[in-house]
Protein backbone atom coordinates (compact mmCIF):
# COMPACT_ATOMS: atom_id res chain seq x y z
CA UNK A 1 0.00 0.00 0.00
CA UNK A 2 1.21 3.38 -0.95
CA UNK A 3 0.00 5.80 1.75
CA UNK A 4 0.29 9.75 0.47
CA UNK A 5 -1.42 12.99 1.80
CA UNK A 6 -4.78 14.90 -0.31
CA UNK A 7 -4.22 18.03 -1.26
CA UNK A 8 -6.28 20.94 0.00
CA UNK A 9 -8.70 20.41 -3.13
CA UNK A 10 -9.11 16.74 -3.07
CA UNK A 11 -9.85 16.91 1.06
CA UNK A 12 -12.67 19.73 -0.56
CA UNK A 13 -13.75 17.16 -3.34
CA UNK A 14 -14.48 14.03 -0.46
CA UNK A 15 -15.88 16.94 1.65
CA UNK A 16 -18.45 18.03 -0.79
CA UNK A 17 -19.18 14.11 -1.79
CA UNK A 18 -19.52 12.83 1.08
CA UNK A 19 -22.53 12.90 3.60
CA UNK A 20 -21.96 11.08 6.95
CA UNK A 21 -18.45 11.63 9.10
CA UNK A 22 -18.13 11.51 13.13
CA UNK A 23 -17.91 14.06 15.16
CA UNK A 24 -16.11 14.58 18.30
CA UNK A 25 -16.20 16.93 20.79
CA UNK A 26 -14.98 16.81 24.34
CA UNK A 27 -16.36 18.26 27.58
CA UNK A 28 -14.33 18.50 30.80
CA UNK A 29 -11.71 16.20 29.34
CA UNK A 30 -14.31 13.57 28.24
CA UNK A 31 -14.27 12.62 24.96
CA UNK A 32 -17.51 12.09 22.65
CA UNK A 33 -18.01 10.38 18.92
CA UNK A 34 -20.85 10.46 17.14
CA UNK A 35 -22.07 9.53 13.35
CA UNK A 36 -23.73 12.61 12.25
CA UNK A 37 -24.66 13.74 8.56
CA UNK A 38 -23.19 17.19 7.32
CA UNK A 39 -23.70 19.23 3.96
CA UNK A 40 -20.46 20.99 3.20
CA UNK A 41 -20.39 24.74 1.65
CA UNK A 42 -17.50 27.29 1.76
CA UNK A 43 -15.20 25.99 4.39
CA UNK A 44 -18.56 25.16 6.04
CA UNK A 45 -20.10 21.72 7.56
CA UNK A 46 -24.07 22.16 8.20
CA UNK A 47 -25.64 19.65 10.28
CA UNK A 48 -29.16 19.63 12.32
CA UNK A 49 -29.66 17.86 15.49
CA UNK A 50 -31.76 17.54 18.41
CA UNK A 51 -30.77 18.94 22.43
CA UNK A 52 -28.44 16.21 23.78
CA UNK A 53 -25.31 15.24 25.14
CA UNK A 54 -23.16 16.36 21.47
CA UNK A 55 -24.84 19.83 21.89
CA UNK A 56 -23.84 20.16 25.57
CA UNK A 57 -20.81 19.60 24.58
CA UNK A 58 -20.19 21.68 21.59
CA UNK A 59 -21.77 24.60 23.71
CA UNK A 60 -19.28 24.06 26.40
CA UNK A 61 -16.31 23.65 23.98
CA UNK A 62 -16.99 24.55 20.38
CA UNK A 63 -13.64 23.07 19.29
CA UNK A 64 -14.84 20.09 17.45
CA UNK A 65 -13.23 17.14 14.86
CA UNK A 66 -14.90 15.72 12.13
CA UNK A 67 -13.51 12.63 10.12
CA UNK A 68 -14.99 11.14 6.68
CA UNK A 69 -13.64 8.27 5.16
CA UNK A 70 -14.36 6.81 1.69
CA UNK A 71 -13.46 3.19 0.99
CA UNK A 72 -12.62 2.24 -2.42
CA UNK A 73 -11.81 -0.84 -4.45
CA UNK A 74 -9.35 -3.74 -2.15
CA UNK A 75 -8.02 -2.25 0.99
CA UNK A 76 -7.87 1.38 -0.77
CA UNK A 77 -9.38 3.96 1.12
CA UNK A 78 -9.05 8.21 1.73
CA UNK A 79 -10.03 10.02 4.86
CA UNK A 80 -10.30 13.79 5.65
CA UNK A 81 -9.87 15.33 9.33
CA UNK A 82 -11.22 18.40 10.44
CA UNK A 83 -10.31 20.65 12.65
CA UNK A 84 -13.35 23.02 13.64
CA UNK A 85 -15.08 25.20 15.76
CA UNK A 86 -19.08 24.94 16.49
CA UNK A 87 -21.32 27.61 15.60
CA UNK A 88 -25.43 27.57 16.63
CA UNK A 89 -27.53 28.50 14.16
CA UNK A 90 -30.12 30.05 16.63
CA UNK A 91 -33.98 30.74 14.98
CA UNK A 92 -33.62 34.16 15.71
CA UNK A 93 -32.78 37.43 14.24
CA UNK A 94 -29.04 37.49 12.83
CA UNK A 95 -28.75 34.24 11.90
CA UNK A 96 -31.78 33.63 10.12
CA UNK A 97 -30.42 33.63 6.92
CA UNK A 98 -27.65 30.83 7.58
CA UNK A 99 -30.23 28.72 9.59
CA UNK A 100 -32.45 28.44 5.86
CA UNK A 101 -29.40 27.84 4.19
CA UNK A 102 -28.51 24.67 6.35
CA UNK A 103 -32.25 23.65 6.19
CA UNK A 104 -31.93 23.95 1.86
CA UNK A 105 -28.71 22.50 1.46
CA UNK A 106 -29.26 19.85 4.04
CA UNK A 107 -32.74 18.77 2.99
CA UNK A 108 -31.22 17.80 -0.56
CA UNK A 109 -31.49 14.84 0.72
CA UNK A 110 -35.16 12.48 1.35
CA UNK A 111 -34.91 12.18 5.16
CA UNK A 112 -32.44 14.07 5.81
CA UNK A 113 -34.22 15.38 9.27
CA UNK A 114 -34.78 11.82 10.80
CA UNK A 115 -31.07 10.50 12.17
CA UNK A 116 -30.89 13.61 13.98
CA UNK A 117 -34.74 14.80 14.79
CA UNK A 118 -35.65 11.20 16.25
CA UNK A 119 -34.88 9.86 19.75
CA UNK A 120 -34.94 6.53 21.25
CA UNK A 121 -37.47 8.28 24.00
CA UNK A 122 -38.58 11.32 22.24
CA UNK A 123 -41.95 12.20 19.94
CA UNK A 124 -40.94 12.54 15.84
CA UNK A 125 -39.91 16.04 14.89
CA UNK A 126 -42.89 17.61 14.03
CA UNK A 127 -43.81 17.62 17.37
CA UNK A 128 -40.80 19.58 18.42
CA UNK A 129 -39.50 23.20 17.97
CA UNK A 130 -36.59 22.82 20.17
CA UNK A 131 -34.27 21.28 17.00
CA UNK A 132 -30.61 22.97 16.01
CA UNK A 133 -29.19 23.61 13.16
CA UNK A 134 -24.94 24.36 13.67
CA UNK A 135 -22.32 24.49 11.47
CA UNK A 136 -18.45 23.79 11.58
CA UNK A 137 -16.41 26.28 10.54
CA UNK A 138 -13.20 24.40 8.92
CA UNK A 139 -9.79 25.45 10.50
CA UNK A 140 -7.94 23.17 9.08
CA UNK A 141 -8.00 20.43 7.08
CA UNK A 142 -5.73 17.36 6.25
CA UNK A 143 -6.47 13.61 4.24
CA UNK A 144 -4.74 10.72 3.52
CA UNK A 145 -5.13 8.06 0.63
CA UNK A 146 -4.12 4.72 0.51
CA UNK A 147 -3.56 3.04 -2.66
CA UNK A 148 -2.73 -0.49 -4.09
CA UNK A 149 0.82 -0.69 -5.37
CA UNK A 150 0.42 -2.68 -7.74
C1 LIG B 1 -25.50 7.40 9.58
C2 LIG B 1 -26.00 8.25 10.73
C3 LIG B 1 -26.32 9.56 10.51
C4 LIG B 1 -26.78 10.36 11.58
N1 LIG B 1 -27.05 11.68 11.34
C5 LIG B 1 -27.41 12.47 12.38
C6 LIG B 1 -27.61 13.86 12.19
O1 LIG B 1 -27.50 14.39 11.09
N2 LIG B 1 -27.91 14.61 13.27
C7 LIG B 1 -28.02 14.05 14.50
O2 LIG B 1 -28.30 14.78 15.46
N3 LIG B 1 -27.87 12.75 14.72
C8 LIG B 1 -27.55 11.94 13.70
N4 LIG B 1 -27.37 10.61 13.90
C9 LIG B 1 -27.62 10.07 15.24
C10 LIG B 1 -26.45 10.41 16.15
O3 LIG B 1 -25.38 9.53 15.89
C11 LIG B 1 -26.84 10.34 17.63
O4 LIG B 1 -27.35 9.06 17.94
C12 LIG B 1 -27.90 11.33 18.00
O5 LIG B 1 -27.66 12.59 17.39
C13 LIG B 1 -27.98 11.53 19.51
O6 LIG B 1 -26.82 12.17 19.93
P1 LIG B 1 -26.78 12.97 21.31
O7 LIG B 1 -25.40 13.39 21.58
O8 LIG B 1 -27.85 14.00 21.32
O9 LIG B 1 -27.11 11.79 22.31
P2 LIG B 1 -28.13 11.72 23.52
O10 LIG B 1 -29.50 11.50 22.97
O11 LIG B 1 -27.92 12.86 24.44
O12 LIG B 1 -27.67 10.33 24.09
C14 LIG B 1 -26.96 10.13 25.27
C15 LIG B 1 -26.19 8.83 25.20
O13 LIG B 1 -26.76 7.88 24.30
C16 LIG B 1 -25.75 7.16 23.64
N5 LIG B 1 -25.86 7.37 22.18
C17 LIG B 1 -26.29 8.47 21.53
N6 LIG B 1 -26.22 8.28 20.19
C18 LIG B 1 -25.74 7.04 20.01
C19 LIG B 1 -25.44 6.28 18.85
N7 LIG B 1 -25.59 6.78 17.57
N8 LIG B 1 -24.95 5.05 19.04
C20 LIG B 1 -24.77 4.55 20.26
N9 LIG B 1 -25.03 5.21 21.39
C21 LIG B 1 -25.51 6.45 21.29
C22 LIG B 1 -24.42 7.69 24.13
O14 LIG B 1 -23.92 6.86 25.15
C23 LIG B 1 -24.78 9.04 24.68
O15 LIG B 1 -23.93 9.45 25.72
C24 LIG B 1 -26.91 9.79 12.88
C25 LIG B 1 -26.58 8.46 13.08
C26 LIG B 1 -26.14 7.69 12.03
C27 LIG B 1 -25.77 6.25 12.28
Known amino acids: MLIRSLSNLECTHLLISTRVGHLACAKDSIPYVVPIYFAFEHNYLYAFSMPGRKIDFMQANPKVSVCVE ?81
Open 70 to 150: EHGKGREWKSVIVDGSYEELPDRLGHKQQRDHAWSLLSKHLDWWEPGGLKPVTPALSDHSDHVFFRVFVDQVSGREAKETI
